[in-house]
């Protein structure tokens, strides 16, 4: 079956700009969670959607949104980027009826904020 | 707040040896997972430990957890150059209505030469 599936894969954005990021699940998967990934900080968790609610969300400033769709697919947006925003954006999703919490990752959408 | 720790952060193996990457956690959690990811690549699932002794294997990696130490070992046995990549372990911190939050260490970046 399909795996997860973000886009843009890659996008270059200045300071100030906003950008929204799409992450379409594996098919019947609707949990969808968001890490940010550096060099310096690693993998960090952002925030998890289950049937369209938020139900936990890491230590970001307001300025990191999402949201779920009823069909699942979910987006994330950054509002003024600045350059330390600029990272790899992992989504990942589960799917409830396994109950073992594994996540499957999609490729990610790579930031780069000039 | 949990806190995952990996060490060595840096492995460098030759082809054929054994070596043992760790994982320690510093809060109480019974469900542990180990991911590969190769350059420029997204993260794949290789071990998801739900339990206290849990053991499983693939290949020549081995994976084990630890819950009354808070600690998870992936073992590698007679390695070859295509396991050079990066291995997270990742530890559940919610239980909540089955909220999925991983808290993810630093990675082991494991290059196996010739």
């Known amino acids: 079956k399909a795996g997860v599936t973000q886009t843009p894969r890659y996008l270059i954005k200045t300071r100030g700009q906003q950008v929204t990021l799409s992450c379409s699940p594996i098919?019947?998967?609707?949990?969808v969670s968001w890490y940010q990934q550096t060099p310096g900080q690693g993998l960090q968790f952002l925030f998890e959607?289950?049937?369209?609610?938020?139900?936990n969300k890491g230590n970001f400033p307001g300025r990191f949104s999402g949201r779920q769709f009823s069909n699942s697919r979910s987006e994330m947006n950054v509002s003024t980027l600045e350059l330390g925003d600029s990272a790899l954006y992992l989504c990942?999703?589960?799917?409830?009826?396994?109950?073992?919490?594994?996540?499957?990752f999609g490729e990610g959408s790579r930031l780069t904020v000039l | 707040e949990l806190k995952v720790e990996q060490n060595p952060l840096f492995l460098s193996m030759q082809e054929g040896k054994n070596y043992t990457i760790y994982c320690n956690y510093s809060?109480?959690?019974?469900?542990l997972y180990w991911y590969r990811q190769d350059p420029g690549k997204s993260l794949e699932s290789l071990f998801v430990?739900?339990?206290?002794?849990a053991v499983k294997q693939e290949g020549r990696l081995m994976a084990s957890l630890d819950t009354k130490a808070r600690l998870s070992t992936l073992h590698i046995t007679a390695a070859v150059h295509d396991l050079s990549a990066t291995y997270f372990c990742?530890?559940?911190?919610?239980?909540?209505?089955?909220?999925?939050?991983?808290?993810f260490g630093k990675g082991t970046k494991l290059t196996v030469n010739p």
């Open positions: 809060t109480t959690s019974d469900r």
């Open positions: 990942a999703s589960s799917g409830r009826g396994q109950n073992t919490g594994e996540l499957f």
């Open positions: 959607y289950f049937s369209e609610t938020q139900r």
């Open positions: 990742a530890v559940d911190s919610t239980r909540q209505g089955g909220s999925e939050k991983l808290v």
């Open positions: 098919s019947g998967h609707r949990s």
């Open positions: 430990l739900l339990s206290n002794g």
